[in-house]
């Protein structure tokens, strides 16, 4: 490279000001973050920090997926729910008894206070949606009241006065199928309260209200709080845990382990600078930007640090090894600067590239996350080669002076003797072995490769947003207890769809009965030809007639009210038909889809649906119960008008907008409530290709469309979108590395080898993965693409290396030793300084932290040892195709 | 008639509404018209007089009910109802009748028309004051007649945003009222429950007419001052010499579903006979009546 047009010449002349722009620079973009946090005028024109904890957002607002479910959401009134479990295992009753139930009773009361000030409209409130509170004492049940009368009432109005109110209380529950499994446990010790919230980003603030209120009610039963909305809320405030633990420990890690290998402070502090710089540039960019702080994102700066340090440690170590001979600072770090700037632009350039390849995901946080941490990258390797070489001009005489003997601790220059060098002499035992048994290292490696390799066809994907946390964790706990007891807190809605017909075909088969009906008839069809280019279909063409006609009735005169009312009559009929969910054999092939729920297994061969709720089961109970309690009238009526009234009997009760839950008021749609007992993704899937063949094979006696909606499936389909998305960003970021390669070497084949020792260490990996039966879940998908732009960097050192290092000594093996001195040691070092640098995160409280800094350390502790294993044997194998022609520098040497 | 389903009945006026008169500072000062002899009506006077005007014009009456139900996403439902009434008359001897103060038992029938499915429903009732109402249900499609145990009058009506009692009407002793205010137009009165456990509300303020006694505003609030339901009469009309809500609103603030009544057809003084109001006429309604 030019040497004016290389940065580090600038910085070399004039240090002073690379350390005032770096600074400045900084700090510039640290106050444009965090002013309109602190000082309110500043938002209007700089985005504030804002945090997002919705693994929702893990697809982009208009999703069909994400559309459908808030339209659905809206369409039934439903809400996202905490559920708070209540078990008693001292009591033989379980939680029936006086004390308990009263305490129950104050939980639910307080419940509905929990209502605070919209902050985006003062005049309404946001909260707990009091009206949909499931609790004992706001469900109500249909049941016999003496002299064959029938009576709605509240399940627990007012908390029991004896044990055997308590017990009454459980025994009137379990006659209501809704209740039974949802609000009472099935063994009938437990209780669970169902909380509806706004909106569910308030779930952790609510859960917190209860659980200080739990508190100070005292009482022996226990309180488990669960629910996704919890689950996932929780998860953003302990993401910040995690952002307070584990960045700083990351670079304690780092600091340490630099002090380890270069023994002395100055030599580390400006690496260090250079990281930090990095990671408070990024983020502060970050939010400048607007974007928001993420479960993906606020690993940014733990991705960062580690990164950031290695060029780093190349230039202090190789200027440290110069700079004894010379004694000449500005010509050590020039002459350094120049040999290492082509490699180190080049790992960078891969590096980023690796992350910039999940822009290629469809999954905007983890496009965000990869676009910054190549961005971080990037700032990294300028400040690294401008400010690193100014910090070593800056250095005062006395120190360098000093710093002279003070090459790395385990190179061959520094402390020899001392057994710092057990690295240096195990390095070149490894050299020596790779070139002389170059058939066992190979062989080995394809047997090893092979056999994780397999692996990977056993790998299953799925995700689950409980499991983010540890087993011990109150959410797990809560999410084992309650889904022992009852039906499942894992909601998946599955709604039906009646198909409208054709405004034609409607038109079609009224006419002939209209035309029968005299003045009003020829009226009507007047205005039903007025009416079809307007309306969207059939069904909409006879409800808005039905209207008409019943205006027109209202004002008729006596002489044509007769008329008026036979035709309004036949267009109510008409209307009626259309109402899909109020037809018998609609709601008993409902039914049939519920008991066929119920048989669904999962992997394991357990049940995976607890329990469903729909219409139908409002329709059997209030049915049972007019007819003084008849099991056998548990059943749907037989004709649609009896289940109007059946319906609106059931309406007269004080929580009317209950049946609006399970179907729409035009009974045009309906939706199943499906509760399963794990939040597993897999189980999510397996039910919906369940229910998807069970409906084409059991065709619904009307034209009916399946849908799901709810949390539990949206994760199913960003998962889904993830793991296709993943596959295409590692394609795409391997083959922008390779390209990489080929350019880098000018050489198709050296390319594809550099490539070798990291395809292998990400198929066993993945291979590991499906063999210890970890799940395929986000942190492990995003894993590959990641660590590919990071392994590589070994394998660009190596093969330099080891290709100048040949052309110097004429083959393989006599350049084999010299390979394994300082440049296996550099790529030793980085492999622990990085690979160690990520372990912190498994001090992180939530799981999929752990998951990446275990995984990601141990690929590139992988990919270090595959580089130096497998690369020298494959240049030994491959020798005569990778240097064909007699180099006439090696002849000459 | 009297407006057997308007919770409280509306003024004559349909917009005075009661913040304009009530923020006018001029109006509490000044005395109005007729001041002088409303001046010794104490709250529970007022109160009387409001449940008399509501619920109780004519010995009996008859209106046609359109109902319309709004939910907070405006989707519609109607039904279609003719509503009969019969006050029992008072104990011999006593003329409260003529007086316009007899506040007694009364007996309803509801005949449902539309929607179609619902037709030839009917709902019967026998409101006491001593005890639990005598309701009944008459549902065709399942031939069964039904009677249905009043636990409490505050569940929904039809699965409309009215409640039973805002229909049948809320005893008058079972709230304390007290007069907050006597604007131009209305008298305020502060409602609080006697038994606060049978209700959802902690108190309810009612905006009454000083001329017609009906109210034309109430609201519901809960502990916190939220206010949970809001009823206004919407049109008054003076038919067969009473003024008469022709048209009124619930909205439940909780759910944002709101509730229109339009009542056309009223007649009040028809003569209908006390066998009317029987079981028997679940089965066999009575055509004449009704139409």
Redesign the interface.
């Known amino acids: 490279m030019n040497p004016r047009l290389n940065p580090s010449t600038y910085s070399i002349q004039h240090p002073r000001s690379v350390l005032v722009a770096m600074l400045g620079s900084t700090l510039l973009l640290a106050i444009l973050a965090a002013l309109p946090s602190v000082w309110a005028p500043a938002r209007s024109v700089l985005s504030e920090v804002t945090v997002d904890t919705d693994p929702e957002n893990m697809l982009s607002a208009d999703e069909p997926v994400r559309v459908f479910h808030h339209d659905m959401k809206?369409?039934f009134?439903l809400a996202d729910m905490i559920v708070v479990g209540v078990v008693d295992e001292a009591h033989p009753a379980g939680v029936f008894n006086v004390l308990a139930l009263t305490r129950i009773h104050r939980l639910a009361t307080f419940a509905k206070?929990l209502?605070w000030p919209d902050p985006a409209d003062e005049t309404r409130?946001i909260g707990v949606v009091?009206?949909d509170l499931i609790a004992p004492s706001t469900v109500e049940t249909v049941e016999q009241?003496?002299?064959?009368?029938?009576?709605?009432?509240?399940l627990m109005?007012?908390p029991p006065r004896n044990e055997a109110e308590a017990l009454a209380v459980r025994a009137r529950a379990s006659r209501i199928p809704f209740l039974d499994g949802t609000l009472l446990s099935e063994d009938g010790k437990a209780i669970a309260l169902y909380i509806p919230l706004t909106q569910k980003d308030l779930a952790h603030r609510v859960a917190s209200e209860l659980e200080a209120e739990i508190d100070r009610m005292g009482g022996t039963e226990e309180y488990h709080i669960s629910g996704l909305p919890v689950a996932e809320d929780t998860f953003g405030v302990e993401m910040f845990k995690q952002m307070a633990i584990s960045a700083p420990v990351a670079m304690l890690v780092i600091f340490m382990l630099m002090l380890l290998f270069f023994r002395k402070l100055p030599l580390i502090v400006p690496p260090m600078i250079v990281a930090m710089v990095s990671a408070i540039s990024t983020m502060a960019l970050l939010i400048v930007t607007g974007n928001t702080i993420h479960i993906m994102s606020s690993m940014i700066p733990i991705f960062i640090m580690p990164i950031a340090v290695l060029d780093a440690i190349h230039i202090i170590s190789d200027f440290f090894e110069r700079y004894g001979e010379t004694r000449d600072r500005v010509a050590t770090i020039r002459s350094v600067m120049r040999t290492l700037f082509a490699p180190m632009l080049f790992t960078t350039l891969t590096t980023a590239a690796g992350f910039a390849s999940l822009a290629l995901t469809p999954i905007p946080p983890v496009q965000t996350f990869g676009v910054f941490i190549a961005i971080g990258v990037m700032l990294a390797w300028f400040w690294t080669i401008t400010f690193i070489p100014a910090a070593i001009v800056l250095i005062p005489d006395r120190y360098l002076a000093s710093l002279a003997g003070a090459a790395p601790a385990d190179s061959e220059v520094g402390r020899a003797g001392h057994g710092a060098s057990v690295m240096g002499r195990l390095l070149s035992r490894v050299g020596t072995f790779t070139v002389e048994r170059r058939g066992v290292v190979l062989g080995g490696a394809l047997v090893v490769a092979i056999f994780l390799g397999l692996g990977i066809t056993r790998i299953t994907i799925n995700d689950n947003p409980t499991r983010w946390f540890d087993p011990g964790h109150p959410i797990r706990v809560a999410d084992r207890v309650l889904n022992a007891h009852f039906g499942g807190t894992y909601m998946g809605y599955l709604t039906f769809e009646a198909e409208a017909p054709s405004v034609a075909a409607t038109l079609a088969a009224i006419v002939p009965e209209v035309s029968e009906l005299g003045a009003a008839g020829a009226s009507i069809l007047q205005k039903a030809r007025d009416l079809s280019p307007v309306v969207d279909d059939g069904t909409a063409l006879v409800s808005r007639l039905a209207?008409w006609a019943?205006e027109q009735l209202?004002a008729a005169d006596d002489e044509s009210f007769d008329g008026w009312e036979t035709a309004?009559?036949l267009l109510?009929?008409k209307?009626?038909l259309a109402?899909a969910f109020?037809q018998p054999e609609v709601l008993r092939y409902l039914t049939r889809v519920q008991e066929y729920l119920l048989t669904i297994e999962g992997a394991g061969g357990e049940r995976v649906v607890g329990k469903s709720s729909s219409v139908a089961d409002v329709v059997k109970t209030v049915?049972r119960e007019?007819?003084l309690a008849d099991e056998a009238q548990y059943r749907v009526?037989d004709?649609?008008?009896?289940?109007?009234?059946?319906l609106?009997?059931y309406?007269?009760?004080?929580?009317?907008?209950d049946?609006?839950h399970f179907v729409?008021?035009?009974y045009t749609s309906a939706s199943v409530w499906v509760q399963l007992k794990s939040g597993d993704n897999q189980d999510m899937a397996i039910v919906t290709a369940g229910v998807d063949s069970y409906v084409a094979a059991n065709p619904p006696p009307a034209a009916l469309s399946a849908k799901w909606f709810g949390l539990t499936y949206i994760n199913v389909v960003w998962q889904e979108k993830m793991v296709a998305g993943m596959l295409k960003a590692f394609l795409g970021s391997f083959l922008v590395v390779l390209a990489m390669m080929i350019a880098l070497f000018r050489s198709f084949w050296w390319g594809i080898l550099s490539m070798i020792p990291l395809t292998i260490t990400v198929a066993s990996i993945y291979g590991l993965i499906g063999w210890i039966g970890k799940d395929y879940d986000m942190p492990v998908a995003v894993l590959s693409s990641l660590s590919l732009g990071l392994a590589i960097d070994y394998a660009i050192h190596f093969l330099s290396r080891a290709r100048s290092a040949v052309r110097e000594h004429g083959s393989w093996a006599a350049a084999a030793p010299i390979v394994f001195g300082e440049p296996a040691r550099a790529i030793t070092r980085n492999a622990i300084v990085v690979g160690v640098g990520f372990l912190p995160l498994l001090l992180a409280p939530l799981r999929p932290y752990q998951t990446v800094g275990f995984f990601i350390a141990l690929i590139l502790i992988f990919a270090g040892v595959a580089t130096v294993l497998i690369l020298p044997a494959l240049i030994g194998l491959l020798e005569r195709w990778l240097f064909p022609a007699p180099t006439s520098k090696g002849a000459s040497s | 008639m009297k407006m057997i389903f308007s919770f409280i009945v509306a003024s004559l006026v349909l917009f005075p509404l009661l913040t304009a008169s009530s923020q006018d500072p001029a109006a509490k000062e000044k005395p109005e018209k007729g001041v002088q002899a409303e001046k010794a009506l104490t709250a529970d006077e007022i109160v009387a007089r409001a449940n008399q005007a509501s619920y109780y014009r004519g010995a009996d009456g008859r209106a046609v009910v359109k109902m319309t139900i709004s939910d907070s996403q405006g989707r519609e439902r109607q039904r279609r109802f003719t509503i009969l009434r019969r006050d029992t008359p008072p104990p011999e001897g006593s003329d409260t009748k003529e007086s316009d103060a007899f506040t007694g038992e009364q007996k309803f029938y509801l005949y449902f028309t539309r929607p179609s499915d619902v037709n030839r429903m009917g709902f019967l009732v026998h409101k006491h004051l001593d005890r639990d109402d005598d309701r009944w249900l008459f549902l065709p499609a399942l031939d069964l007649v039904k009677r249905i145990a009043a636990t409490d009058k505050r569940t929904s009506f039809v699965g409309s945003d009215f409640y039973y009692e805002d229909v049948s009407g809320r005893r008058t002793t079972d709230d304390t009222h007290t007069l907050k205010e006597t604007t131009q137009s209305y008298f305020v009165i502060e409602n609080i429950p006697l038994n606060p456990k049978e209700v959802e509300f902690s108190k309810y303020v009612v905006w009454i007419h000083r001329e017609t006694f009906l109210p034309v505003k109430t609201e519901y609030s809960d502990a916190e001052g939220r206010v949970l339901r809001t009823y206004q009469a919407l049109g008054v009309e003076t038919i067969g010499g009473y003024p008469t809500v022709t048209k009124s609103s619930m909205k439940d603030e909780r759910t944002g579903s709101t509730t229109v009544m339009e009542y056309s057809g009223v007649k009040y003084d028809l003569g209908i006979p006390e066998e009317i109001f029987t079981e028997r006429s679940l089965r066999e309604p009575p055509r004449q009546w009704l139409n």
Request: hydrophobic share 35%; no cysteine; aromatic share 8%.
């Open positions: 809206e369409r009134s206070t209502r409130t009091e009206v009241a003496g002299l064959g009368a029938v009576r709605f009432d509240w109005a007012e209207e019943a209202d309004s009559q109510d009929r209307s009626e109402r109020q049915h007019l007819f009526p004709s649609a008008a009896a289940v109007a009234q059946v609106i009997t309406q007269s009760s004080h929580r009317p907008q049946l609006w729409t008021p035009d």
